[in-house]
């Protein structure tokens, strides 16, 4: 992108001076991509970061400079970049093929990874992304149901399709974002997150809710933190209403646990969409839950119950790359305490953050949930003691915001610091 951003900061002028190649490269991107970037959230002013290598924990950009990396592939990398049981099982795949346009037993192997770890899962379905997942789950509850009507909660995210714009960045209040009909959005409840009372209001007052979808420990990655009271209740409502939940854990999924958030708070929904680690850093994504509800996808099934099939192509659904990847990081995160040790290590972190701002007598504080964690800035100057922060306690208007006063950071996904 052009280097707009004129500043006197010294910050500003340290990163341009350390970051020449960088600068030069989103010169070019700039004519080649809107904004010179081809991920909303890779837009950084005055420039990005080009990377040309990562190992473990650590990054390389195009200047040579070294990077502790909190970032990790959007949440992908829980074991790191480069595992060598992922490599190694890549390397061994591209070796045999990388696109066979048929079935193969790779794909059984990771299927049976999913169904092993996750709680829901009695059957599974593969898509090339977590958009892909979410919007399948959509369509399969709706088919299901017979219902039209979305529940979401504003603020969560979950993907970019249609049916997902308003309500988490902006449009709160309902209205299409542009390029998206009035017609899809009019289909769309939305509804606080951590009030039990709303909801069930919002189910009283309207029968034809197919299905609600949420991120299972808070809107960005639990910026926003669920209380889990509200999941017990969120299960409740929607059973005694025939309305299917959805947890999207593209995020929390073989994170949060090896099971998900769904393991960790003993809660089933009835369909999961899964992302990011299922894919072990490659693309991949999935929609697991009940049998009878993706049996909506199976030719045999539907021909029996003279119901008409759900149509589900997919180019690379569970490509042999991905497949691969995908087995050998579950293997780990079944196998090992890869999920308890990230949790442990965001602990550690936000305690000695904490730590270090009340010594230097900052009023901010870093947070989170399991392996997730964020620093909150404290925009509107709030008496806080940093080491007793709850991010559950603090009202509520800040979100509104869309956010600007909390810095999403998932162990793993977050800011980059020079080594």
């Not at 970061?49 to 990398?77: E, M, S």
């Not at 977590?130 to 399969?140: I, K, N, P, S, W």
């Amino acid at each position: 992108m052009p280097d707009t951003l004129t500043t006197n900061s010294p910050i500003i002028a340290g990163y341009r001076a350390a970051t020449p190649g960088s600068a030069a490269a989103s010169e070019k991107a700039s004519r080649l991509f809107p904004s010179g970037v081809t991920h909303d959230s890779r837009y950084i002013e005055p420039y990005g970061l080009y990377i040309t290598r990562a190992q473990g924990p650590r990054k390389w950009d195009v200047d040579g400079n070294c990077y502790v990396d909190y970032f990790g592939g959007h949440g992908a990398l829980l074991l790191g970049h480069s595992h060598p049981k992922i490599v190694e099982a890549v390397k061994q795949q591209i070796e045999r093929g990388t696109h066979f346009g048929a079935s193969h037993e790779t794909e059984i192997a990771w299927a049976e990874w999913v169904l092993k770890l996750v709680p829901s899962a009695e059957r599974v379905r593969f898509t090339s992304s977590g958009t892909e997942a979410t919007l399948m789950a959509v369509r399969l509850a709706r088919a299901f149901t017979g219902k039209s009507k979305l529940i979401r909660f504003k603020h969560h995210f979950h993907g970019w399709h249609d049916h997902m714009t308003s309500g988490y960045a902006s449009h709160f209040d309902g209205s299409p974002t542009p390029g998206v009909l009035s017609g899809v959005a009019g289909g769309l409840l939305l509804a606080e997150q951590n009030d039990a009372e709303g909801l069930a209001r919002l189910l009283d007052e309207n029968k034809d809710i197919a299905a609600a979808i949420i991120e299972p420990t808070g809107a960005h990655g639990a910026r926003l933190p669920i209380d889990p009271k509200f999941l017990v209740a969120l299960r409740e409502l929607t059973r005694q209403h025939g309305v299917v939940l959805i947890f999207d854990e593209v995020v929390t999924g073989f994170r949060v646990s090896p099971g998900g958030a769904q393991a960790e708070y003993g809660i089933r929904p009835d369909l999961t969409t899964l992302a990011k680690i299922l894919a072990g850093g490659l693309p991949g994504g999935a929609v697991a839950g009940r049998k009878d509800i993706l049996d909506l996808l199976d030719f045999q099934v539907t021909r029996a119950s003279d119901r008409e099939k759900i149509s589900h192509q997919g180019t690379f659904n569970a490509n042999p790359l991905s497949a691969a990847a995908g087995v050998a990081a579950l293997e780990i995160v079944g196998t090992t305490d890869a999920c308890a040790r990230a949790n442990r290590y965001s602990d550690t972190l936000c305690r000695r953050i904490n730590e270090v701002f009340e010594e230097e007598q900052v009023p901010w504080a870093a947070y989170g949930m399991f392996s997730n964690f964020h620093i909150f800035t404290n925009p509107d100057h709030r008496t806080i003691v940093p080491t007793r922060f709850d991010a559950l306690e603090q009202p509520g208007p800040h979100a509104e915001a869309g956010g600007r006063d909390l810095k999403t950071r998932p162990l793993g996904v977050g800011t980059w610091i020079f080594c």
